[in-house]
């Protein structure tokens, strides 16, 4: 009993703190920005949505209204509101949203070098002592007890496939008098990420959070900012407001 007991113990006093450590992570993701905005362009609060010719959907696509619910929480979080009468609404948002084609680079990374290296010629196992024991451990090599095989570190090319997701929000002035094709753009917010995931739908609420605080802005040039999947932001635009936000991202060059 006390044995067990005694197990109990020492497996539960080594589970916690990886439990704690586990559940105070959280992913970060890295985006680069973009804002403009035309200073000439009387400012509006209220806004129709559309889907931008870049999407190739139209407005009633299931993910087009994910995204598009995405937006208006995003755009909430700056005090623009959805007009009730899409014709009277000072601006048009086009929505923009997608994957590049996967780009491909190769990278040099260490690897354990197989058995019969310099340090082991011939691969030996035989537990022998060698001259000289116990052996000077070697530069990049792994093991000096008897038996074990040295290896050593050696550089590998390996191919690396990154996808750029990205989300664009164009604010167009609806009150201009002229043809929507020429309407004035009255602000617009680019949001991009590369990486290794081709998962978009998981990048876009991201995004939209990311670009917040960037609405009806402008960059000096393009910002990198990191976002954490725990922020309020993005919490915020996965809820769907409802509740105040306060910006909670970290810029840095």
């Given at each position: ?43 509006g ?31 909430s ?24 084609p ?125 976002i ?20 909670n ?5």
């Amino acid at each position: 009993m006390k044995q067990d007991i005694g197990a109990f113990w020492i497996k539960n006093t080594l589970l916690f703190p990886l439990l704690l450590l586990g559940g105070c992570e959280t992913t970060s993701h890295t985006f680069k920005v973009n804002a403009i905005n035309n200073p000439e362009v009387e400012e509006g609060r209220s806004y129709r949505i559309v889907s931008s010719s870049k999407n190739n959907v139209d407005e009633q696509d299931p993910q087009f209204q994910e995204v598009s619910e995405y937006v208006k929480t995003a755009l909430s979080g700056k005090g623009y509101y959805e007009s009730p009468d899409a014709e009277d609404a000072d601006l048009v948002i086009n929505v923009a949203y997608g994957t590049a084609p996967p780009n491909v680079e190769f990278k040099t990374v260490n690897n354990t070098g197989a058995p019969g290296s310099i340090h082991n010629p011939i691969g030996s196992r035989t537990g022998a002592y060698p001259r000289g024991y116990p052996p000077r451990r070697g530069i990049g090599s792994v093991g000096s007890r008897p038996g074990d095989i040295a290896r050593t570190q050696q550089p590998e090319v390996i191919p690396v496939t990154t996808y750029e997701k990205y989300l664009q929000i164009t604010a167009i002035d609806n009150r201009a008098e002229v043809e929507f094709e020429e309407a004035p753009h009255a602000w617009q917010v680019t949001v991009k990420n590369r990486d290794e995931s081709d998962d978009l739908d998981k990048y876009l609420p991201l995004m939209a959070a990311a670009s917040i605080e960037y609405v009806g802005t402008r960059t000096e040039s393009q910002e990198v900012i990191t976002i954490k999947e725990s922020d309020q932001d993005v919490n915020f635009v996965k809820a769907g407001g409802g509740s105040p936000r306060e910006q909670n991202v970290s810029k840095f060059q």
